[in-house]
């Protein structure tokens, strides 16, 4: 398979949470777009199943078991990355159901050293190597619970509500080093972390539940992570040269079609 247009041919990217979902499909897009990129990721077999996908005449990738909750392990992981990096996919999270009363101390400090502080954690590390290259591009994963009132994600909404205000934090304090830096704030994706929550919460009424889901969407189904995975790619392709500090719904209609 050859690349299919030479957009990413030479660049190099890091892609967090990159083994399954939404970061996978990134990755993959990457790929075959002719990058090569670097996967963190917490899950080793989860990695081991993308590379089973992978093409291997476009891009490369690379795969580092790492927990970007963690400073010292983050920093040490992007020590493995080349000096010079294009691109910084900050994808890697987690979410939480419950409302504030639900949200025990723990629950609140988790998605916060996941979503917020994994976020600074591989910035920080990586800035340097962005500031070496010719400029590069920084996609944050937001969520439309970051400026919608959505039920019962309250610890969720909080950490994807700071994630945007670093983003344009970012994008500001860097638009002189030639570093741009964009988020993506997806509604519902079909992801493996909806299927497993059906099965969780909602046994034997999967299907029933999976519609209800996507109705909640105007355009009257959930997104794909490849969608999003377009999104990234326009953003960190020479076409977006002129977009920074900008958040993209991409939640089919979510936010901008209510009644």
Known sequence: MEAKNKSLV???AIVTGGASGIGAAIAHTFIQHGAAVWVLDREHESA????????TDCGNCSFIQCDVSDFAATH????KVPESLDILINNAGISHIGSIADTNEQDLDRLYEVN?????????????????????SIVNMASVAATSGIAERFAY????GAVLAMTRSIARD????????NAISPGRIHTPFVDNYLQKHYPGQEKEMFAKLAATQPIGRMGTPMEVAAMALY?????????????????????????
């Open 174 to 181: 860097y638009v002189q080093d030639g570093i741009r830096c």
């Open 10 to 12: 030479g660049k190099t």
């Open 157 to 160: 909404s909080m950490s994807k």
């Open 76 to 79: 040490a992981a992007l020590g």
């Open 48 to 55: 081991t199943q993308l590379a089973k996908t992978l093409p």
């Open 116 to 136: 917020v502080k994994g976020l600074y954690n591989v910035t920080h590390a990586a800035l340097s190597k962005l500031q070496a290259g010719d400029g590069g």
């Open 235 to 259: 953003l960190c392709s020479p076409e977006a040269a002129f977009i920074t500090g900008a958040n993209f719904a991409l939640d089919g209609g979510f936010n901008g079609l209510k009644i």
